[in-house]
């Protein structure tokens, strides 16, 4: 069983809805991210925070804002999203990140997102 | 950036063997390989860190050849709950520090 937590494993939203979505892990990691995987598509990173702060944005839309409220907890908060958004989005953790390789990331069992 | 990854889809029998490779354009420091069943997340398999490492899990290993920018995942005897979307990862650095990039996936499914 994963030991990272996402709420809701499902979420239908509107367009000019403003909605969470939230990832727990008690494994002590110091690294999370968000990946987004589309059908039959591999994941695609999003954010990484490292010791609770942003390291890494792929350069996301700014409709997509993450938050670390502290090194247990990761929000996406959502925002004017639009359909093509629709995904599914997978929470990760990991012991390290930054100044060193072999950091295995451990998926949550993500949350599905529809916009319409 | 994204790593290669061939076949792109496999179909064995139960008791066959499968190879799945990942390459890279780009210098690597780690290889990760993962499988996703349909409707779940990925689930982690291995990691492999150093120039021609092989490690086993089970029936599946894995080898890594740093100077070749390649790694190989070896499944043998294959069973049905090998099935799955198998993605290798490559562990790059950046702006930012080392992120972890990954393939398109190999589909592979396994029947009795």
């Known amino acids: 069983d994963t030991e990272v937590t996402q709420t809701p494993k499902h979420l239908v939203m509107g367009m000019t809805n403003k909605k969470s979505l939230k990832c727990e892990q008690h494994m002590g990691h110091r690294a999370m991210y968000w990946y987004k995987q589309k059908a039959k598509k591999p994941p695609e990173l999003m954010f990484v925070y490292s010791y609770e702060k942003l390291s890494i944005n792929e350069s996301v839309p700014s409709r997509f804002s993450p938050e670390c409220p502290n090194s247990s907890l990761l929000n996406l908060h959502l925002h004017a999203l639009q359909p093509e958004d629709s995904a599914l989005y997978l929470c990760?953790?990991?012991?390290?990140?930054?100044?060193?390789?072999?950091?295995?990331?451990?998926f949550g069992e993500g949350s599905w997102l529809t916009v319409v | 950036q994204q790593p290669v990854q061939s076949p792109q889809a496999v179909i064995l029998r139960e008791g066959e063997d499968a190879v799945i490779n990942c390459s890279s354009s780009k210098a690597l420091y780690s290889v990760h390989w993962y499988r996703q069943k349909h409707g779940e997340a990925p689930v982690f398999l291995m990691i492999l860190l150093k120039g021609g490492e092989q490690k086993g899990h089970e029936k599946i290993s894995a080898s890594f050849n740093e100077k070749k920018q390649q790694s190989s995942l070896y499944l043998t005897a294959s069973q049905l709950s090998y099935s799955g979307t198998y993605f290798c990862g490559t562990e790059m650095t950046g702006t930012g520090g080392f992120k972890t990039i990954f393939g398109a996936g190999t589909r592979l499914f396994v029947k009795a």
């Open positions: 990760a953790s990991s012991q390290d990140a930054g100044d060193s390789a072999g950091n295995t990331i451990y």
